[in-house]
Antibody
Framework: QIQLVQSGGEVKKPGASVKVSCKAS????????FTWVRQAPGQGLEWVGW????????KYAQNLQGRVTVTTDTSTGTAYMELWSLRSDDTAAYYC?????????????WGQGTMVTVSS | QSALTQPRSVSGSPGQSVTISCTGT?????????VSWYQQHPGKVPKLMIY???KRPSGVPERFSGSKSGNTASLTISGLQAEDEADYYC?????????FGGGTKLTVL
């Protein structure tokens, strides 16, 4: 059973950048695509972006296009989400997730979440 | 990329049934059979309850069911139990991105 373990919380100043990692363990295949989702305090879930394990193709939320990059290191089974030019409304818990066995868009495995706080 | 539309809250008594709607467009909910539903208890990680419109992952009670008609998907919870009280989010593939609903708070009276 795959598990996702994310890096620890971050506090950043406006304008800075943050890179969150998501390491997969307990699996035998490297063919997992990763999705990133964020949740601002007291708010709903917001899709951030996605990277294909097969060809490295990426897709991003329109409102974050140009400020976010999702990458993956298949040798270590680790995915990364980097967000630039941070603003206060980027303050949120950032989750990585994957669809391990339930179709392509059934995200059944989630990381524990990484809180990113943007504050001056 | 506007969020899918869900009611902000629904409620029901133990044993009753409730249905949560999720309205999108022909470009997302109506265009693909890739609607999923997530349950989130306060302070917890989202949990997959339904995928591909109506399929239930292993371990999810049969009380949870999903369906879709046109641009609206629905999650029905029958035989409500106290532990079902949580936030529920729908999610749909939309061709070049994924979109979530705004979330629905389910209160078990």
């Amino acid at each position: 059973q795959i598990q996702l373990v994310q890096s620890g919380g971050e506090v950043k100043k406006p304008g800075a950048s943050v890179k969150v990692s998501c390491k997969a363990s307990g699996y035998t295949s490297t063919s997992y695509s990763f999705t990133w989702v964020r949740q601002a305090p007291g708010q709903g879930l917001e899709w951030v972006g996605w990277i294909s394990a097969y060809n490295g193709n990426t897709k991003y939320a329109q409102n974050l296009q140009g400020r976010v990059t999702v990458t993956t290191d298949t040798s270590t089974g680790t995915a990364y989400m980097e967000l630039w030019s941070l603003r206060s409304d980027d303050t949120a818990a950032y989750y990585c997730a994957t669809a391990s066995i339930y179709g392509v868009y059934g995200f059944d495995v989630w990381g524990q979440g990484t809180m990113v706080t943007v504050s001056s | 990329q506007s969020a899918l539309t869900q009611p902000r809250s629904v409620s029901g008594s133990p044993g009753q049934s409730v249905t949560i709607s999720c309205t999108g467009t022909s470009s997302d909910v109506g265009g693909y059979n890739y609607v999923s539903w997530y349950q989130q208890h306060p302070g917890k990680v989202p949990k997959l309850m339904i995928y591909d419109v109506s399929k239930r992952p292993s371990g999810v009670p049969e009380r949870f069911s999903g369906s879709k008609s046109g641009n609206t998907a629905s999650l029905t919870i029958s035989g409500l139990q106290a532990e079902d009280e949580a936030d529920y989010y729908c999610c749909s593939y939309a061709g070049s991105y994924v979109i979530f609903g705004g979330g629905t708070k389910l209160t078990v009276l």
